[in-house]
T-cell receptor
Framework: QKEVEQDPGPLSVPEGAIVSLNCTYS??????FMWYRQYSRKGPELLMY????GNKEDGRFTAQVDKSSKYISLFIRDSQPSDSATYLC???????????FGGGTRVLVKP | NAGVTQTPKFQVLKTGQSMTLQCAQD?????MSWYRQDPGMGLRLIHY???????DQGEVPNGYNVSRSTTEDFPLRLLSAAPSQTSVYFC?????????????FGSGTRLTVV
């Protein structure tokens, strides 16, 4: 079993809809949680970074972490066609560089 | 700022050949790492470094070597290429030593081993 699980999708939504993405993890030692966006043939780009449980908001993006259920979420409001990409969740035990990634969810926002 | 620079962008190797993937960052980050990305597998950690002269193995280290002689550079060496090493390789860096964890990835090296 992978330590971080993510539905591969694809997830198709109409422009303007809310995109809801989720990951589950199994390692209780994970303390840091991140969401990356990856466009085709590009490197991952950090979207959101949170420590421990709670919510974090940045513009149209909201990240939630529930450590009691080992559940990570990302919400994208007012989705745009430019949000079409693969979204990767990642976790780490410490704030270092040993990230454990989920497999990624492909999102398609249709005009 | 150039960020994280990876070279080459594309490479085709024959089985048994060796090569070095280059990675350089200009953000004075202490941490650097190498990942490989395969379809359906996400990104998997190969090797990482928490500073010059310090390296350690990640999840899938076999067949790869690294060294970190400077803060800026973190090359990845394939010792004897195998078709199973066909993948997209990403270098990443983070942590400027000042409490800011900015994780930055390079644009990747697409490697095909035939």
């Amino acid at each position: 079993q992978k330590e971080v699980e993510q539905d591969p999708g694809p997830l198709s939504v109409p422009e303007g809809a809310i995109v809801s993405l989720n990951c589950t993890y199994s390692n209780s030692a994970f303390q840091y949680f991140m969401w990356y966006r990856q466009y085709s043939r590009k490197g991952p780009e950090l979207l959101m970074y949170t420590y421990s449980s709670g919510n974090k908001e940045d513009g149209r993006f909201t990240a939630q972490v529930d450590k009691s259920s080992k559940y990570i979420s990302l919400f994208i409001r007012d989705s745009q066609p430019s949000d079409s990409a693969t979204y990767l969740c990642a976790s780490d035990k410490a704030a270092g560089n040993k990230l454990t990634f989920g497999g990624g969810t492909r999102v398609l926002v249709k005009p | 700022n150039a960020g994280v620079t990876q070279t080459p962008k594309f490479q085709v190797l024959k089985t048994g050949q060796s090569m070095t993937l280059q990675c350089a960052q200009d953000m004075n980050h202490e941490y650097m790492s190498w990942y490989r990305q395969d379809p359906g597998m996400g990104l998997r950690l190969i090797h990482y470094s928490v500073g010059a002269g310090i390296t350690d193995q990640g999840e899938v280290p076999n067949g790869y070597n690294v060294s970190r002689s400077t803060t800026e550079d973190f090359p990845l060496r394939l010792l004897s290429a195998a078709p199973s090493q066909t993948s997209v390789y990403f270098c990443a860096s983070s942590y400027d030593g000042q409490g800011t964890y900015g994780y930055t990835f390079g644009s990747g090296t697409r490697l095909t081993v035939v």
